[in-house]
């Protein structure tokens, strides 16, 4: 390669083999003025001339080019006799911030111009497409010639990337300031440069690089048809890489109910590098209008978050006809407020802060055209919680603030708790001493550890919330509990661990009751104001140890079963609380009342029973309890496991509890309670837990069914009927659930573990030489459409069908109606059932749904649909619910660019249009 270094621009001279280095003294022209050549060694030596004239004192022009000028050429260099210059083959100049890069450059002296273009291979393919740069701005072209004195160039075909979008130009004129005027342009998001799917024609437009392109008129051209005659006189395209505010555009369609609409348009705030806000609204012809603000929020190794807030007024009906039929106008308020924060655990390790609110009104989702398909549409329950919890260093002591809200959309209940606070003390040792010396005292293993709680809370309609009471619809108080226990090994194999509990709830009221003869129940007629106070205390002690047998199997049967262990934990406890129904204590009160059938009764209750924390409990007790825990493990063979053993938990726990109280006058025994837990996979545990009655029930004098004390086994109905159970699972299938199952694909597994470098991630690098630079990819270069998918070797479509199905189930079983005749409660089930699922039958095309079952009404309910298809730099999307009440659809079909998100068709239909057959 031959390169040439010079001050000047041009030689008068062919090139030679050995580096010659000129400098040109400017006069009225670069390229005009005689060259004083600086000879090599080889040359003849210069004679200085006697006659030489003294130097002008006439000050001589400045200098047109201010720095080295570079150019190198791959082939050859040829300097021509009439000042042209002609580099071929990967030719590069260079001049400051400035270069030109082409296939073939030819210089003109005379006219300080340069011109660049590209060459044809022998398969007729283009390669070498100049590309021009001049302050870290690089533009590919086809053809261009740049004059150095004006520094202005004319191109033909350049291809610049402005913000998300391209623009090809045929003709472009570019000024000394780096912006274009082009003419016959095209403007798109596709990376399809040859053959956009899309593009708006620009008839004449100046291009600001990286700031803004200002057109003409203007027209949309989609798969080569132009879409007139829809011009746009003018357009601007705004480009910033900077964080800005901006108007955020609306989007407009029509409702059958509410009218024409401008749904989501606003403003967007750019507040600073952490948080930004964008105000958005909606607006109806018939009245309807919506306003809400969203946030989002980030400080490095601080915290995260964003807010959403929105308040939506839905007018519906004509209201001059108000009076005459009121259900013909209706005005309907909706309050959304959404807010996660997360704080960094490095930011704080003694305080934490986080949210998560998800709260709206019963009938938001189904209003708010937003979010009416989404998944959120259809929940019937919503939680929200904030809390803040407080650490103190080398401290027990820690407090905490939750505020929570349940929400129940089919009945608009609210079961709100504002606010929750507590203050724990974690379990210390009071009597260890602090320099042990010798062994553990037995006094020392005591420990004790506190807990105070104070809740408000209350239970409402939505539409009450904001105006009930504090003091009247509100229940609040304060609880605390303090335990104190120990743990001591007796015989080395038996853990005995005394322990004494005491609790007291703290109260502002307390509520006094009255037979209503109307309702035929007992309710609260009076509130009683003052500070009251009901405590609590028990003690027990408890022994517990642990049983383990071992079996191994005979030899005959094979030795893939190494051995099987059970484990049985029995725990017996006794424990004693006395009568806080005593008088003494003052926490009950009985009256007398004449019920239904005109009999004086006698009712005793606590006025602390509906309180808060409720009340103590009434009755002596002294009780045994028992309790029962068993484990079962196996260990068998495994080549998977490195040990060559693997365990295998057959029944991860079962167990049953109950208890026997010595000092009640009947009813001594309790419920059964059993437990079941197994782990039938390593994504799945099946839990089950059940209550056994062990008692029998007849009729009273009134014939209602009563517990009477009589045992079932003792009347030959077993042990105990069940009351309650349920359990809950989860499951999820995809097209590789049942080649798991089965073993299929094992080959490929095998082929992974032969090659090492199999699972190391491929970044394009391996194998790459680090010390080569990438070649860059020409703009002009096809690019290889993989929209449709992979093409094996013999051009057929390798297409594989990805689907996912998921399903929750959940079963209760409980008491139903009292069987008079079998003198029995008969069983009642209850199920829930939720289904999603997505398929994917090939690359671009993507269906999903979900819906939920109601066993009462025996059919699904609020089946959401979602259709989507990739068109490379378009995509199409169609939501609909077919079924219910809020039936409807919407189709959208938009371009993928978030730069040209208003460049979209709608198709809507509402829930509100009703009687609109849509299919």
Known sequence: MLSILFSGFFIHKAAAATDIAVRIATSESILSTKIRQITDSVGPPQVQDSLKAAPDTVATKKEVLETTVYYTAKDSMVFTG??????????????????IKGEYITMDLDSSIISSTFGIDSAGKEFGHPVFSEGGTEYEMKGVRYNFDTRKAFIHNVITQQGEGHIVANEAKMNPDNSFYMRNAKYTTCDQHDH??????LSKAKVRPDKDVVTGPAWLV??????????????????????????IMPSYGEEMTRGFYLHNGGYYFALSDYIDLAVTGEIYTKGSWGAGARSNYRKRYKYSGNFNFYYLNTVTGEKELKDVAPDAYSVAKDLRINWTHSQDPKANMYRTLSASVNFSTSRNNHRDLGRLYQRESAQNTKSSSVNITQRFPDSPWSLSATMSFNQVSRDSTIAATLPNLSANMSRIYPFKRKNVVGSERWYEKISMSYSGEFRNSIT??????????????????????????????????????PSFNYTERWYTGAHKQAWDPVVKRHVPVDTVYGFKRVYDYSTSISAQTKFYGMYTPWKMFGDKVQAIRHVFSPSISLSYRPDFGDPKYNFYETYTYKNEYGEDVEYTYSPYSSMMFGTAPTGKSGSIGFDFKNNLEMKVKSDKDSTGIKKISLIDDLGI????????DSMKWSNINTNLRLKLSKSYTLSLNATWDPYL???????RPVRVDKLRAFNGKGIGKLMNTGTSFSYSLNQDTFKKLFGRGGDNKDEKEQDPDANLPDDGTIGANPYEEASKRSSFAPNEDNSMGEFDSDGYLKNAVNWNLSFNYSLRYGYGEFNKNRMEYEGKLTHNFGLSGSLQPTKNWNFTFNTDYNFDLKK???????????????????????IGPYKSYNFTIRASSSLLQDLKWDERSSPYDRGTNWY
């Open 196 to 201: 956009p799917h899309f593009y708006l024609n």
């Open 697 to 703: 029930y007849e009729l009273d004098h009134n014939d």
């Open 860 to 882: 699904f309910t609020n089946i959401n649909c979602t259709l989507t298809r990739n068109l490379h730099c378009w995509s199409m999307s169609a939501s609909f619910i077919p």
């Open 222 to 247: 989609v798969a080569d048809v132009p879409l007139f005659p829809i011009v746009l006189p003018f357009a601007f395209f705004p480009f910033t890489k900077s964080y800005s505010s901006g108007i």
């Open 82 to 99: 009439n000042n042209m210059g002609y580099l071929y083959g990967d030719a590069d100049v260079k001049y400051g911030d400035l270069a």
């Open 657 to 664: 509890n109950f208890s026997y109280n010595m000092m009640a």
């Open 460 to 497: 409402t309609k939505e539409d009450r919330f904001l105006k009930s009471d504090l003091i009247r619809d509100w229940t609040n108080g304060m609880k605390h509990n303090i335990p104190v226990s120990a743990t001591f090994t007796l015989f080395d194999f038996i853990q005995v661990s």
